[in-house]
């Protein structure tokens, strides 16, 4: 007589396998360890089904029930595996985009900024402005100081809400601010006072996205030299207006 314990031996290796799955999947879980040993598995119960079917030569009955424990089980991992291997490529994809977002943060990539090659736009009311300073004549202007009163009163007279230096941010205090933009007067006397004109727009710019600068040109620095810097100071995202007073 057959040893039945023979025949249902590949029945009995499924809940084994079951089990084995369950702790290998926890451990994986736990110490984020590679999954990809459980792809094993279903090979394994294909070998399981494989000798059931063997048994049930021997033993029809005991090698049914045990090609159909093992192919119900099998059934079951190869689902649990494609969805675990799914939900692994998601973890993955999105460690991988939190460790990029953290690098970026942290200043260990740094991405290339797109040069400017226009200027910021004003807002609302900004172009109503910009059209109102062009049409500002100032007169017997010998430093900023008596252009930015000129202006000043000149604004004011046309119903603006305007601020006489204002702070932006610590240490930053432009001329004039008329709602959302802030001016910055200039009355030139060489290269350096441009130059230095072009660090004061690059903070502005940190605190406040509508930024005019107005350039007084009494006829100290050549002609040429100014339109470089107003192109220089457009590509900062500056609007910028040259008013020339030149004795002719």
């Given amino acids: ?38 792809g094993i598995l279903p090979l394994l119960l294909a070998v399981t089904a494989l000798s059931g079917l063997i048994v049930s030569i021997s033993s029809p009955r005991d090698g049914l029930l045990s090609i159909i424990a093992s192919g119900l089980l099998g059934y079951a991992f190869l689902t649990a595996g494609y969805i675990s291997s799914i939900a692994l490529a998601a973890v993955l994809i999105a460690h991988i985009a939190g460790l990029g977002i953290g690098l970026l943060k942290g200043g260990l990539i740094k991405l290339p900024s797109p040069t400017r090659t226009r200027e910021i736009d004003t807002g609302e009311g900004g172009d109503e402005l910009i059209d109102e300073l062009e049409e500002f004549q100032p007169v017997h202007v010998r430093n900023e100081e008596d252009l930015e009163k000129q202006l000043y009163q000149y604004l004011k007279a046309r119903g603006h809400m305007i601020e006489r230096q204002p702070l932006v941010a610590p240490g930053l205090r432009p001329d004039l601010r008329v709602g959302d933009c802030i001016i910055e007067l200039k009355v030139p006397r060489g290269r350096g006072d441009l130059q230095r004109l072009l660090g004061q727009v690059e903070d502005y710019l940190r605190y406040n996205r509508c930024l005019i600068v107005y350039i007084l040109d009494t006829g100290m620095i050549p002609w040429a030299m100014l339109k470089t810097y107003k192109h220089r100071l457009r590509e900062k995202g500056a609007k910028v207006i040259i008013k020339s007073v030149r004795e002719h």
């Fill in 1 to 38: 007589m057959q040893d039945s314990r023979i025949s249902i031996a590949p029945a009995a290796v499924a809940p084994v396998l079951l089990v084995f799955y369950a702790v290998l999947k926890s451990v994986s879980a736990a110490f984020s360890i590679p999954s990809g040993i459980l």
